[in-house]
Nanobody, 123 residues
Framework: QVQLVESGGGLVHAGGSLRLSCATSGRSFRPYAVGWFRQAPGKEREFVAS????????YYADSVKGRFTISRDNAKNTVYLQMNSLKPEDTAVYYCAAKDLVASREEHEYKYWGQGTQVTVSS
């Protein structure tokens, strides 16, 4: 099993920034890719960003491209999502998830999931 724990969510004004962290632990699942997804109230969960094990490949949803940056520190078993220029429409529960080596935008490919962290952006 692989455990993922998100942190860093909170309340921020529009235009502000937050950095989410996804800490992984448990049985070795290396190499693994990590994705961030989000789910707003009344909406389906959607892809936000993903990063391969080596960080050589990253993918972003069009809605966050240029504002969000995904990165990882494998020595710390942690993946980050830096979110800048936040908008009210970014309000959601943010989840990180892990899968084998190759980064993907496809939710169904991710095997392990965290519990989520709430991000609220006020206008």
């Amino acid at each position: 099993q692989v455990q993922l724990v998100e942190s860093g969510g909170g309340l921020v004004h529009a235009g502000g920034s937050l950095r989410l962290s996804c800490a992984t632990s448990g049985r070795s699942f290396r190499p693994y890719a990590v994705g961030w997804f989000r789910q707003a109230p009344g909406k389906e969960r959607e892809f936000v960003a993903s990063i391969s094990w080596s960080a050589s490949n990253t993918y972003y949803a069009d809605s966050v491209k240029g504002r969000f940056t995904i990165s990882r520190d494998n020595a710390k078993n942690t993946v980050y999502l830096q979110m800048n220029s936040l908008k009210p429409e970014d309000t959601a529960v943010y989840y990180c998830a892990a899968k084998d080596l190759v980064a993907s935008r496809e939710e169904h490919e991710y095997k392990y999931w965290g519990q989520g962290t709430q991000v609220t952006v006020s206008s």
